[in-house]
């Protein structure tokens, strides 16, 4: 058929002694624009788009059904060839039947619109170097598998514009994509829902490239979902509006040296109960796959018993950045989960809130690290920086907030190394660990960090705290070695330590130290202080400047058998409010010595307060 006209006009044909009927194949082609109207419903066996030239050949069904029995074809030779199809059903989803619009290398693009009042029911559909459009008011359905390309060079696109899209299979933007190919799919507005696995970036390395935009309208995926599938390709995801619902896991990097992208500048994208969200999740050697997930505006909402994972893959790398207004809310936040899995955060501002658990570094042998530059982090449980053996995490703090619900722990288990550094920002805990039983370190430069209940510096591993300037207030006791294999150390060399209940150098069987170079530290009147607190523990204080000052007593060897105190002022102020005690009960071993600086003490100095104690007091000078 050639031009306008209705398609139950003979004279349209070619042969002219009638137009297709059952069986039939319906050959198209036009010179100019123009518009075949259907009058009563039709069914071909087959239809071949010819050629249009770069004209449009629109099909008006008129209300009426077009039914095809056995494929639905483009001329792979032909140049612009333009099809737009409106006002009725057209219908092509019977089982092993062909849906094609290829067209070949070097041939001007393809392009089938469906328009207002289509209704396409298909079993499929596969095309490369051609677009297909889905305009508001159609509404097309796929029985079996969309490709955005299949094995092709060249550049392919589908576009949702308003319309309703349905695929009740696997989608596949491309499928077996070609190195030097790009396959797009466009959601602007309208909707897609895909009913099996949906995959964006698949085969035949770093060009080949699958490119999703949502700047609105409606995603819905059922299967999971496979930013950069495999064979080293490259899947990419822009979302600037819309939402994005995912029934099943969303892994931003698949497997076989994949790269992935999500790029979030406004939009939603929600996790259905139970489903993860993992940034180069699946890995296994040499998988070596890279994903980024990089916000700017939108939020991403993993809340509903899931988890957010940051490299959960072997031998893969991932990469999480929010800013701007991003948001991330997750139950449980993992980063660096996996053996020989890598993982890094860069938060500049926006808000990520875990109800759960934070994790950073959770394998061995893992490396996680999370650097917050501005915004605001909140978890509402526990927080883990370097958790399980042969893991390393860090936590870096230049600015922002830090909010942490229940205790920060560095270096939870043993064989694990955690550290924080704060450099500016606020940082709240409701408890403190450094070094768990792992070996955990904390430094600090700058900011505010404040702890509801106590500060521990290692408890059945090593901690050690370095406090050069800031302010760190622990609401409850600051303890410094606690527990039996336990080692402790502190350092203070400006800023301020404010602990309200006081503070616990080497406690109940570790051994701890505390060195002041400079600034202040303060035990407070909630509870007396303790150089060596029970049970064969070892604590020393040494004072080479700055103040130490004590607003309750201060014990130098307290408590149980074998416990050895020593306090050492070189230089600097200390003041005690109450009484200062060397060798408080049977069998400790309590040391003062004073080889420079000033001391004061509001009340007794007492020395070996029972039998079998020793206590003593030296001063030089």
């Known amino acids: 058929v050639g031009g306008s006209g209705t398609f139950s006009d003979t004279g349209m044909w070619t042969p002219s002694t009638g137009y297709p009927v059952d069986g039939d194949r319906a050959k198209f082609s036009t010179a100019s624009d123009g518009t075949v109207t259907w009058v009563g419903s039709v069914s071909n066996n087959e239809m071949q788009i010819v050629q249009t030239a770069g004209n449009t050949l629109t099909l008006d069904l008129g209300g009426n059904t077009y039914t095809l029995t056995n494929r639905f074809t483009f001329d792979s030779s032909k140049a612009n060839s333009y099809v737009s199809v409106t006002n009725g059903a057209f219908t092509l989803q019977q089982t092993n039947t062909t849906c094609e619009m290829k067209i070949g290398a070097g041939v001007g693009p393809a392009r089938l619109t469906f328009e207002n009042g289509a209704a396409a029911a298909l079993s499929g559909f596969t095309f490369y170097r051609s677009a297909l459009n889905v305009q508001t008011g159609a509404t097309v359905t796929f029985n079996g598998e969309c490709k955005i390309n299949d094995g092709a060079t060249g550049y392919s696109e589908m576009n949702v514009n308003g319309g309703d899209v349905i695929c009740n299979h696997h989608?596949?933007?491309?499928?077996n994509g070609m190195a030097g190919s790009t396959s797009v799919l466009n959601i602007a507005s309208g909707s897609l829902v895909s009913k099996q696995y949906f995959s964006v970036g698949d085969k035949s390395g770093p060009t080949s490239v699958g490119l999703l935009n949502l700047?609105?309208?409606?995603?819905?995926?059922w299967g999971t979902v496979w930013l950069g599938n495999s064979g080293g390709a490259c899947g990419i995801a822009n979302v600037s509006g819309g939402k994005w619902a995912s029934k099943g896991h969303f892994e931003v990097s698949h497997r076989e040296y994949t790269t992935a992208f999500l790029n979030m500048s406004g939009g939603e994208i929600e996790m259905a109960p139970t489903k993860y969200f993992g940034i180069a999740y699946a890995g296994g050697t040499?998988?070596?796959?890279?994903?980024?997930?990089?916000?700017?505006?939108g939020r991403i909402v993993v809340t509903n018993a899931s988890t957010f994972y940051v490299g959960a893959g072997s031998n893969c790398f991932g990469r999480c950045v929010v800013g701007g207004t991003g948001t991330i809310l997750s139950r449980d936040f993992y980063v660096a989960s996996s053996a020989a899995s890598e993982g890094e955060c860069l938060f500049t501002g926006g808000v990520v809130q875990v109800n759960s658990t934070l994790s950073v570094g959770g394998?061995?042998?893992?490396?996680?690290?999370?650097?917050?530059?501005?915004?605001?982090?909140?978890?509402?449980?526990?927080?883990y920086?370097?958790?399980?053996?042969?893991?390393?995490?860090?936590?870096?703090?230049?600015?922002?907030?830090?909010?942490?619900?229940?205790?920060?722990?560095?270096?939870?288990?043993a064989g694990a190394v955690g550290g924080v550094t704060m450099g500016g920002g606020t940082l709240y805990a409701a408890a403190f660990v450094v070094g768990g039983s792992g070996i955990g370190t904390m430094a600090m430069s700058n900011g505010a960090a404040t702890v509801g209940t106590d500060v521990t510096v290692g408890v059945n591993g090593t901690g050690t705290v370095d406090l050069v300037d800031g302010a760190l207030t622990?609401?409850?006791?600051f303890s410094v070695g606690k527990n039996v294999k336990s080692i402790g150390r502190a350092v203070v060399r400006g800023g301020v330590?404010?602990?309200?209940k006081g503070f616990r150098i080497g406690d109940w069987a570790g051994r701890g130290t505390l060195t002041v170079y400079g600034g202040t530290v303060i035990g407070g009147t909630g509870g007396g202080s303790s150089i060596g607190n029970g049970n064969s523990s070892t604590g020393a204080l040494v004072i080479a400047d700055g103040l130490v000052d004590v607003r309750n007593h201060l014990y130098i060897a307290n408590n149980?058998?074998?416990?050895?105190?020593r306090l050492t002022v070189e230089g600097g102020a200390l003041a005690v409010s109450n009484q200062l005690v060397a060798g408080n009960n049977a069998y400790t071993y309590g040391e003062i010595t004073v080889n420079g600086g000033n001391v004061w003490i509001g009340d007794d100095i007492r020395l070996g307060v029972t039998t079998n104690t020793y206590g003593s007091l030296t001063v030089n000078g």
């Open 286 to 297: 040499p998988a070596s796959d890279t994903g980024t997930v990089s916000m700017t505006g």
């Open 497 to 500: 330590l404010n602990a309200v």
């Open 171 to 175: 989608f596949k933007c491309p499928n």
């Open 215 to 221: 700047s609105g309208g409606y995603l819905e995926t």
């Open 363 to 383: 394998a061995s042998p893992s490396k996680g690290g999370i650097r917050i530059d501005g915004g605001a982090v909140t978890n509402l449980a526990n927080t």
């Open 560 to 565: 149980g058998p074998s416990t050895v105190g």
């Open 385 to 413: 920086i370097g958790n399980n053996a042969g893991s390393q995490g860090s936590l870096a703090l230049d600015s922002g907030s830090l909010y942490v619900g229940s205790t920060l722990t560095v270096a939870n288990n």
């Open 474 to 477: 622990v609401n409850g006791v």
